[in-house]
């Protein structure tokens, strides 16, 4: 049973997992492994510094994701991936997982598998899911921190204001 868990700072507890870094070491473990030895797949979304800015400056001020505003792979490029390595090998995807938690990411690789398995007429399986993981100490910060770093409206003045 192969396991790929897609995800750019956490890595799961079970160790029988592949874990991969970005697009291209997706791309590699599924054209290494084939998608017909791979049992699941688990996805995230954001995997670097612009997708978390736009997560924190869009996503969760105005629950809006606009792509054009990431320049990295995202999740989201890896089910488009997957979904044409399917149709190209005329064969049928993996059980699909996400454990994103950006919730429009989610939203948007969760709609875009099931309306490919609709398509084929199969089970519409893929889901959210939550997977015990470790975070990369990197993004073990205070959430202020975490504003500094990918909010773009943040402003510390303004901020401290707040505060006091």
Request: charged share 30%; glycine share 4%.
């Amino acid at each position: 049973m192969i396991r790929i868990y897609l995800d750019d700072v956490r890595t799961p507890y079970e160790q029988d997992w592949i874990v991969v870094r970005d697009f291209d070491q997706f791309v590699d473990a599924l054209n290494k492994h084939g998608l017909d030895n791979i049992t699941y797949i688990s996805l995230d979304h954001d995997l670097g510094d612009d997708a978390m800015s736009e997560y924190y400056t869009n996503v969760k001020h105005n629950k809006t994701l606009d792509y054009n505003n990431i320049h990295e792979k995202t999740g989201m490029d890896c089910c488009k991936f997957l979904v044409n390595k399917c149709i190209d090998e005329d064969t049928n995807l993996p059980q699909v997982y996400v454990h994103s938690a950006n919730p429009i990411g989610s939203d948007n690789m969760i709609s875009y598998i099931n309306n490919f398995l609709k398509s084929r007429d199969l089970p519409q399986t893929c889901k959210k899911i939550e997977i015990p993981h470790s975070v990369h100490p990197s993004h073990l910060v205070s959430l202020k921190e975490r504003l500094r770093r990918w909010d773009k409206t943040f402003n510390e003045k303004d901020d401290e204001g707040r505060n006091n």
